[in-house]
Every structure is written in structure tokens, then in C-alpha cells.
């Protein structure tokens, strides 16, 4: 990790779990990190227990316009961004056929939509600023490599395949441009974090008996990738706890 000492790194829906954990071990790591989030608050209390190393920035990534002023503003203020680690989701309970348009929507913006054009402006950044050893890392999930089980999931697990679909496109067009730039997708089994709360599914993954990850094991996850040499590049990286019999 010597070589990012004081670089730049932006972790979108960094106000809790897997987003807070990998903000907090990159700047253990001696990274100045952007936590970005809609949680003034958290982000402020994580900044708090980092200081000089964690920025807070409140933003709403499902805008477009926040998104790019968001970037413009890391430029001008703390520095040329060197890593983006787009972390932010959401996983709706609901199911195909009631087709709740406000759940979709929302899922589309979040998961898909928001961190494509984070990863749009990262790169562009990079490019301004002559950065040819960035790394893009996009948290997806296990449910990107297959098909659900059960009801209520399959629209969340579309958005998850689509990121993986879309950060390969992501990988080829750099590799197109021959540019060094990386781009990996880091697919977690179940973790032990809110987004199941927040997505009406209650307790039903943590009490149902299956063995979960922390969050702290993705930040781990995060600085594996990180660490490679740059002529290796691991695309795809699936984290699980150990025991798991979840297939997507």
C-alpha cells in the first residue's frame, strides 16, 4: 500500500458498513479519504475519528449534477483522486411482478446509474491530471453470479449482474484505450450491515441462521486489491463467509 501513501481515494456510501469500514482502513492505510453519503452526520463523526485523513462531503450520487460537482470540488480542494471505490446500494424487498416502480427506480439509480457516472468522472479526472494507475473498485455481490433463490430478490440481483456486466465493459474500453487504469468488482456474500433493514427484509439473513461477514472483511478485501503488483489485475474478487450456502 506504499505507493497510495497520501494518494486520494473517494468511497461513495461511506456513512455505514462496508462503506465506513473500507473508508476507515484506507486511511489507516495512509490514504486521504472522500467519504461521500447523504449522512452529514456520520460522515462527520467518521471524519472525527480520522482527522486530516478522512473528508466528509455530503452528496446525493442518485443526481447527476452532485455527482460532477462532487469530483470538481475534490480537484479544486483536496487533490486529483487516484481511487474510487463505489460502494453505495441499496436491496429492496420486492417482487417482479408488482413491479413497484419507486423500489426499481431507485435501485437502478443507486446501484447502477449513479456508479456509472462516478466511475465516468473518476476516470476523466484521472485522465486530466496524467493519472495512468488509478483503480476504479465497484462493491457488487454474490448475487451478481447467479440467480436468486426465492422471492422478493430478483430485481436487486438484476442491478448486481448489471454492474458486473458493465464494469467489464469498463475494463475492456481501458484496455482499449491502453490505459492502466484498473477496474475490479468485489462480490461479498452475506454481510453483517443495514442494508437489509433498510430494504424490508429485517432480520431475516442474520437470524435465519447463515453465517455472515463483517464488514471490516471487505475493507481487507479492498486493500488485497489494491496491494497487487500493477501488472496484475484481479477483475473479480468474491468474498464469503466461510460455510455459506447462499448461491446469489
Given at each position: 500500500m506504499q505507493r497510495w501513501k497520501d494518494k486520494v481515494?473517494?468511497?461513495?456510501?461511506?456513512?455505514?458498513?462496508?462503506?465506513?469500514?473500507?473508508?476507515?482502513?484506507?486511511?489507516?492505510?495512509?490514504?486521504?479519504?472522500v467519504a461521500v453519503a447523504r449522512r452529514r452526520e456520520k460522515l462527520q463523526e467518521l471524519a472525527d475519528q480520522y482527522k486530516g485523513r478522512i473528508f466528509p462531503l455530503p452528496c446525493d450520487?442518485?443526481?447527476?449534477?452532485?455527482?460532477?460537482?462532487l469530483f470538481q470540488k475534490i480537484n479544486d480542494t483536496i487533490g486529483p483522486v487516484h481511487v474510487l471505490v463505489n460502494n453505495a446500494g441499496i436491496a429492496y424487498q420486492t417482487s417482479v411482478l408488482e413491479c413497484n416502480l419507486k423500489h426499481w427506480r431507485y435501485m437502478f439509480d443507486l446501484n447502477v446509474i449513479a456508479l456509472g457516472v462516478a466511475t465516468r468522472e473518476a476516470v476523466a479526472w484521472m485522465k486530466k491530471n496524467k493519472i495512468d494507475d488509478g483503480y476504479i473498485i465497484n462493491i457488487s455481490s454474490i448475487s451478481s453470479h447467479g440467480m436468486p433463490e426465492g422471492i422478493g430478490k430478483h430485481v436487486y440481483n438484476a442491478t448486481k449482474h448489471a454492474v458486473r456486466v458493465i464494469t467489464e465493459g469498463t475494463r475492456m474500453e481501458l484496455a482499449e484505450q491502453k490505459s492502466a487504469i484498473k477496474v475490479s468488482t468485489i462480490c461479498p456474500g452475506v454481510v453483517e450491515t443495514e442494508i437489509f433493514d433498510v430494504g424490508g427484509w429485517g432480520d431475516f439473513y442474520t437470524a435465519g441462521g447463515y453465517p455472515v461477514l463483517k464488514p471490516n472483511a471487505i475493507a481487507d478485501a479492498t486493500v488485497t486489491l489494491l496491494s497487487t503488483p500493477h501488472s496484475t489485475h484481479i477483475a473479480d474478487l468474491v468474498v464469503r463467509p466461510l460455510g455459506e450456502k447462499v448461491m446469489a
Amino acid at each position: 500500500m506504499q505507493r497510495w501513501k497520501d494518494k486520494v481515494a473517494v468511497v461513495t456510501g461511506a456513512s455505514a458498513g462496508i462503506g465506513r469500514a473500507v473508508a476507515a482502513k484506507l486511511a489507516e492505510e495512509g490514504m486521504r479519504v472522500v467519504a461521500v453519503a447523504r449522512r452529514r452526520e456520520k460522515l462527520q463523526e467518521l471524519a472525527d475519528q480520522y482527522k486530516g485523513r478522512i473528508f466528509p462531503l455530503p452528496c446525493d450520487i442518485t443526481k447527476d449534477e452532485e455527482i460532477v460537482n462532487l469530483f470538481q470540488k475534490i480537484n479544486d480542494t483536496i487533490g486529483p483522486v487516484h481511487v474510487l471505490v463505489n460502494n453505495a446500494g441499496i436491496a429492496y424487498q420486492t417482487s417482479v411482478l408488482e413491479c413497484n416502480l419507486k423500489h426499481w427506480r431507485y435501485m437502478f439509480d443507486l446501484n447502477v446509474i449513479a456508479l456509472g457516472v462516478a466511475t465516468r468522472e473518476a476516470v476523466a479526472w484521472m485522465k486530466k491530471n496524467k493519472i495512468d494507475d488509478g483503480y476504479i473498485i465497484n462493491i457488487s455481490s454474490i448475487s451478481s453470479h447467479g440467480m436468486p433463490e426465492g422471492i422478493g430478490k430478483h430485481v436487486y440481483n438484476a442491478t448486481k449482474h448489471a454492474v458486473r456486466v458493465i464494469t467489464e465493459g469498463t475494463r475492456m474500453e481501458l484496455a482499449e484505450q491502453k490505459s492502466a487504469i484498473k477496474v475490479s468488482t468485489i462480490c461479498p456474500g452475506v454481510v453483517e450491515t443495514e442494508i437489509f433493514d433498510v430494504g424490508g427484509w429485517g432480520d431475516f439473513y442474520t437470524a435465519g441462521g447463515y453465517p455472515v461477514l463483517k464488514p471490516n472483511a471487505i475493507a481487507d478485501a479492498t486493500v488485497t486489491l489494491l496491494s497487487t503488483p500493477h501488472s496484475t489485475h484481479i477483475a473479480d474478487l468474491v468474498v464469503r463467509p466461510l460455510g455459506e450456502k447462499v448461491m446469489a
